[in-house]
Structures are given as C-alpha cells and as structure tokens.
C-alpha cells in the first residue's frame, strides 16, 4: 500500500490518470468520488470543486488555503491530502478514501452510542485536533459531517475547507462553520480561537450520548440564544455523572476555563474507557 501511494503522493497528475468509481459524497463547493489511480491501483477520494462557482461566491482564495493547510498535515486521525491538480474548469483534491463513510451516518443508524464507543469517539477526535493545534491549525468547520470511518473503524477528520493558520496569542473575528457546533464566542463577535474546536467536540461527544443536538431548535434565533447562555438540554439521567461533567467541562461558556485537548485526553471519563485510544 505504502509504495502504491508513493506514486501518487505529491505528484503532478491529471484526471485521466484516475478511473473514476462512484460518487461518495457532496459538500458546499464540491463532490467526491472514489476513484484508482490506474498505474499503481491505488485507491483514493477525489474531490472535484467547480472554479465557476467559486468565483460567484468569491471563494476563490477558500481551496488554495485548504490546500495549503492539509497538504502540511500527517496524522493518522486526520484524512491525507495526497495531491491537487486542476484544469480549466476545476481543482482536484486526491485524498485517502475513508470507505466506512460519515460518523453522521453512523450514529444515525447504530447510536445513541454506548459509553465505551462515545468516549473512544471522542478521545481519538481530541487526538487528532491535539496534532491540529500543536501546528497552530484550527479546524472550525468540526461536525459528524467531517469526521469519516476508515475501514477498521477508527476515525479521521476531514475537510479543511474553514481550517485556518492562527499562531497562539491572536483571534479571529469572522463567523463560520454550521450553527449548531459553533461556540458562543464565535456568535458573539469578541474574538475566538483555538477553544472554538472542544466547544465542537462537546456538541459531538453530546450527540454521541443522545443522538440529539444539545441546542436544538427549529429557530437559527432561539438555537443562538441557547448557545451563548449554554442552555443544554439535561443529558439523560441514564449517562454516568463522569460522561456529563465532560461534556460540561467542553460546552463551558468561557474559553479559558474549557477542557483543551490535553486536559480532555486525561479527563477520567475518557481514562476510564479507553486504555489505548
Ligand atoms: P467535503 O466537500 O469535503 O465536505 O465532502 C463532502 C462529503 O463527501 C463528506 O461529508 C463525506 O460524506 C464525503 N467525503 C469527503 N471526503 C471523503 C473521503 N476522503 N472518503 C470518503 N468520503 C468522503
């Protein structure tokens, strides 16, 4: 596997260099496809974003940045930018195919999850953001959409199309990312950072438990509401008292007093339940 990659990590290819197999998925600006690379027999995600409409949204600089970003990231928790290339009309991202598909799908058909998987779940997502963050990248785009199943069941996190460079000490002001799992900071307008990926954490970790959203609403105004008072919906009485004091350390109000990904990795909670994450 590791030499078939070689002959396309990094690589300047083209679109005939692929046959194309069947459409995994859409997002905002692209579709992905699996796809085999021909010569070596690889197999990976290719992922096709139109510059036409790039361009109407003035989106342009949005794929360069995501390239730039995940093309510096190496972790197995996190989905591997093999190479891009583009013609006239598009860019194309060759990625690692992810075949067990999205956690969202996942949970939808198997959860609410059990406390064990949860907290396994979740521990290999504070992981991967703790190698996100150690290279001053945060994701702020973190929803079960993005996080996808590899064949044996681990996670990786992908679609670094918000993720941004933001060395320690600096804020951004901007709001993005999906309303339900963004941070009260971040609907506030004071500033935020890299706190902004466990708040999102704790709204997964929550979903995890419940199946549900912890701020959900049919109204975007009352969800907002909820979010910056952090007005949860009471978890279950059937999750543990550790469960709940986790997701409360990550849906905490104030950033500085949120888990970081360090202090979620050695809460008791996710001790208890995962030896080896
Ligand atoms: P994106 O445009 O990156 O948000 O991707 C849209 C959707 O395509 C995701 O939510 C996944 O369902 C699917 N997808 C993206 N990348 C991959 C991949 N590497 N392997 C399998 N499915 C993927």
């Known amino acids: 596997m590791q030499n078939t990659l070689d002959a396309i990590r990094g690589k300047k290819l083209h ?106 779940y979740s521990a290999q997502i504070a992981a991967a953001l703790q190698y996100l963050h150690s290279k001053d990248v945060i994701h702020r785009d973190l929803k079960l959409e993005n996080v996808l199943l590899q064949a044996n069941g681990k ?40 706190e902004i990926d466990m708040w999102a954490l704790g709204v997964m970790t929550y979903e995890f438990l419940t199946g549900r959203l912890p701020f959900y609403s049919e109204d975007d105004a009352v969800v907002r509401e909820r979010i910056v008072k952090a007005d949860i919906t009471p978890l279950p009485t059937s999750v543990s008292y550790l469960a709940r004091e986790y997701v409360h350390s990550l849906l905490e109000l104030d950033p500085c007093w949120r888990l970081s990904c360090n202090e979620a990795l050695l809460d008791p909670w996710i001790l208890e339940h995962c030896q080896r994450c």
Request: with cysteine; hydrophobic share 35%.
């Open 15 to 120: 679109l005939s260099n692929f046959k194309i197999r069947h459409k995994v998925g859409k997002g905002s600006y692209g579709t992905v496809f699996a796809a085999r690379h021909r010569q070596s027999g690889a197999v990976c995600a290719i992922k096709t974003i139109n510059k036409a409409r790039l361009r109407t949204r003035g989106a342009e600089d949005l794929v360069k940045r995501e390239v730039d970003i995940h093309s510096q990231l190496r972790y197995r928790g996190i989905l591997e930018l093999y190479t891009w290339f583009e013609d006239s009309y598009n860019y194309f991202l060759v990625m690692e195919y992810a075949p067990g598909g999205e956690l969202l799908r996942a949970l939808r058909q198997e959860g609410p999850f059990c406390e064990r998987r949860a907290a396994n």
């Open 155 to 194: 996670l990786m996190l992908a679609d670094f199309g918000l993720s941004v460079s933001l060395p320690p000490g600096t804020q951004l002001y901007d709001s993005c990312g999906t309303l339900d799992y963004r941070a009260p900071e971040a609907l506030g307008g004071q500033g935020y950072s890299r």
